[in-house]
T-cell receptor, first 109, second 116 residues
């Protein structure tokens, strides 16, 4: 079957670094997305990885290991506005997105 | 408009009534998706439209759910004889091409449906 696993909730401190992990099992694989969703709002695109390695975009970086079926989102210099849910989504052989349940990130001062 | 719009933003209805939810995708986007998100849960795929192709209805939870997309643009999701378990946020997303490419999906603000 197809499955995306990520932690339900994480807590971190303002100014610190946090890593949100995601493991996936999809029938075929055509890349992995990370989306950010603030409470009561729609998800917005953060990153897309299809090749192994780390991609950096400012304070946010995303990593993919295809052989391990594993990705992580790294957030540096955390700000209070980073409090949100982070959704991991894998694409299967039909290019359909398989969504994880999301990781709720709580930032404390 | 600049983004995906959805209406109504909130809908409260009584069990057994029908509801219609509307989605206006980004102009020029050929692919349109409907998702359902229950409180604290991830996105549940419902249905996917791509151009003039037959829609992928594989995610619709029951025959009470149906969707149309008229003229390749606006879409309406209809839930007949609503049940309390239908209460959720219904999100619509669009992407430029769909049909086998990897694309970012752009989401609307959602319709929050509460069935009493």
């Amino acid at each position: 079957g197809q499955n995306i696993d990520q932690p339900t909730e994480m807590t971190a401190t303002e100014g610190a670094i946090v890593q949100i992990n995601c493991t996936y099992q999809t029938s075929g694989f055509n890349g992995l997305f990370w989306y950010q969703q603030h409470a009561g709002e729609a998800p917005t695109f953060l990153s897309y990885n299809v090749l192994d390695g780390l991609e950096e975009k400012g304070r946010f970086s995303s990593f993919l290991s295809r052989s391990k079926g594993y990705s992580y989102l790294l957030l540096k210099e955390l700000q209070m506005k980073d409090s949100a849910s982070y959704l991991c989504a894998g694409t299967d052989s039909n290019y359909q997105l398989i969504w994880g349940a999301g990781t709720k990130l709580i930032i404390k001062p | 408009g600049a983004g995906v719009s959805q209406s109504p933003s909130n809908k409260v209805t009584e069990k057994g009534k029908d509801v219609e939810l509307r989605c206006d995708p980004i102009s020029g986007h050929t692919a349109l998706y409907w998702y359902r998100q229950s409180l604290g849960q991830g996105l549940e795929f419902l249905i996917y439209f791509q151009g003039n192709s037959a829609p992928d209805k594989s995610g619709l939870p029951s025959d009470r759910f149906s969707a149309e997309r008229t003229g390749g643009s606006v879409s309406t999701l209809t839930i007949q004889r609503t049940q309390q378990e239908d209460s959720a946020v219904y999100l619509c997303a669009s992407s430029l091409l769909g049909g086998g490419g990897i694309e970012t999906q752009y989401f609307g603000p959602g319709t929050r449906l509460l069935v009493l």
